[in-house]
């Protein structure tokens, strides 16, 4: 199947400092890309949906100036935490879809391996 | 957006018994999916189901979809410690914003 890679892996930043994942479709082209974040024992949260190109499109409760979300290439989305506090510390999730969106056909979402967020 | 609910949320079983996991929902939906998640780690996507299929196999998984009932079910037959995961499902509502909202899992344990 396809391949989805994240970066880093692991990150343990300070309080105030500002982190980038970046999340990358190696195998195809992902037109549209997903932040999750999941707290632990608890179920993925959609944060944002990234289409190539274009703005991104957040959720509900989510801060688009605390969560930059850049989606420069069809194989590269980058979200950017900026100035991080403990309370952002969790584990931040990218899913890749080679295809749009559409109201009958949806292609899998492919999904990055995740990255651990720790903020001191 | 809806989200799926999984049902049990804790299931502890011994290696070669079968697994059932079961995902209801409220309003119609275009699809469901099974995720498994390893402890720590990124989604893995077993099987799609869509509102007109009633069943689907994967090796040995199998996956059903009752949308009278609004209501999913996951089979993992024969199972094996390295089934021991989280398992999800999320549902695509019809009409909706076409993004998969997710349940908060199964978490699945197999004793060898």
């Known amino acids: 199947g396809a391949v989805v890679s994240q970066h880093p892996s692991r990150v343990i930043c300070k309080s105030g400092t500002s982190v980038k994942i970046e999340c990358r479709s190696l195998?195809?082209?992902?037109?549209?890309m997903f932040w999750y974040r999941q707290f632990p024992k608890q179920s993925l949260m959609l944060m944002a949906t990234?289409?190539?190109?274009?703005?991104?499109?957040?959720e509900q409760g989510v801060e688009k100036d605390k969560f930059l979300i850049n989606h420069a290439s069809l194989t590269l989305s980058t979200l950017t935490v900026t100035s991080a506090h403990p309370e952002d510390s969790s584990f931040y999730i990218c899913?890749?879809?080679?295809?749009?969106?559409?109201?009958?056909?949806?292609?899998?979402?492919?999904f990055g391996p995740g990255t651990r967020l720790t903020v001191l | 957006s809806q989200q799926g609910e999984e049902d049990p949320q804790a299931l502890s079983i011994q290696e070669g018994e079968n697994a059932t996991m079961n995902c209801s929902y409220k309003?119609?939906?275009?699809?469901l999916q099974w995720y498994r998640q390893n402890s720590g780690r990124g989604l893995v996507h077993l099987i799609l189901?869509?509102?007109?299929?009633r069943e689907k196999h994967s090796g040995r998984l199998r996956v059903t979809l009752d949308t009278s009932k609004k209501s999913s079910s996951l089979l993992i037959t024969a199972s094996r410690a390295a089934d021991t995961a989280s398992y999800f499902c999320?549902?695509?509502?019809?009409?909706?914003?076409?993004?998969?909202?997710f349940g908060r899992g199964t978490s699945l344990i197999v004793h060898p």
């Open positions: 899913s890749a879809s080679g295809l749009p969106i559409t109201p009958v056909l949806t292609d899998t979402q492919y």
């Open positions: 999320a549902t695509e509502e019809t009409g909706g914003s076409y993004i998969p909202t």
């Open positions: 990234s289409n190539e190109g274009s703005k991104a499109t957040y």
């Open positions: 309003t119609s939906i275009n699809n």
């Open positions: 195998d195809f082209q992902a037109t549209t």
């Open positions: 189901i869509r509102s007109n299929e």
